[in-house]
T-cell receptor, first 111, second 111 residues
Framework: DVKVTQSSRYLVKRTGEKVFLECVQDMDHENMFWYRQDPGLGLRLIYFSYDVKMKEKGDIPEGYSVSREKKERFSLILESASTNQTSMYLC??????????FGSGTRLTVV | TQLLEQSPQFLSIQEGENLTVYCNSSSVFSSLQWYRQEPGEGPVLLVTVVTGGEVKKLKRLTFQFGDARKDSSLHITAAQPGDTGLYLCAGGAGGYQKVTFGTGTKLQVIP
């Protein structure tokens, strides 16, 4: 069964910390995505990657960066966590018909 | 910016009832996906439709893509408590498999 795995289900971090969210896929997908999901705002695209070492900004990239050193791994980095980055973070890989496979999500709380 | 509006936003029905959820846009999409998301989990892909007018069935769920590929509907027959969740439509049109997510419909099926 194909999978997208996010390393943490729940995280609590302090304001100002550097936070790494890890995502690994076993589907050989070229394209991978990071979203955040907030009540009333839906899913918003933070960054995506279409190849190793390639990345593109999504709709809300401010305060975030990404890393894709290997095809199967796509990391989201919060350079200096702030309370307004408290959210559910979702990683996904896409097949050729735009169908996404999502990870289970990481619920991040910044205190 | 492509927008996908879903209606209704919230739906609470009794077990056994039928329902339809709508997903509308002024933009044309090359494909349309439907997802179901349970609390604390990532969205799970239910179906992808790619041809205008296409109808797909998944047990008690029927999905239709509009003839002009701007809208879609999801019909559930004889809803069950296990159908409870957030239903999201997503339209694909951009490069790199990027999609636009709809605003979501929160369904509650009461036993």
């Amino acid at each position: 069964d194909v999978k997208v795995t996010q390393s943490s289900r729940y995280l609590v971090k302090r304001t100002g910390e550097k936070v790494f969210l890890e995502c690994v896929q076993d589907m050989d997908h070229e394209n991978m995505f990071w979203y955040r999901q907030d009540p009333g705002l839906g899913l918003r695209l933070i960054y995506f990657s279409y190849d190793v070492k390639m990345k593109e900004k999504g709709d809300i990239p401010e305060g975030y960066s990404v890393s894709r050193e290997k095809k199967e791994r796509f990391s989201l980095i919060l350079e200096s966590a702030s309370t307004n980055q408290t959210s559910m973070y979702l990683c996904a890989g896409a097949d050729s018909n735009y169908g996404y496979t999502f990870g289970s999500g990481t619920r991040l709380t910044v205190v | 910016t492509q927008l996908l509006e879903q209606s209704p936003q919230f739906l609470s029905i009794q077990e056994g009832e039928n329902l339809t959820v709508y997903c509308n846009s002024s933009s044309v999409f090359s494909s349309l996906q439907w997802y179901r998301q349970e609390p604390g989990e990532g969205p799970v892909l239910l179906v992808t439709v790619v041809t205008g007018g296409e109808v797909k069935k998944l047990k008690r769920l029927t999905f239709q893509f509009g003839d002009a590929r701007k809208d879609s509907s999801l019909h559930i027959t004889a809803a069950q408590p296990g159908d409870t969740g957030l239903y999201l439509c997503a339209g694909g049109a951009g490069g790199y498999q990027k999609v636009t997510f709809g605003t979501g419909t929160k369904l509650q099926v009461i036993p």
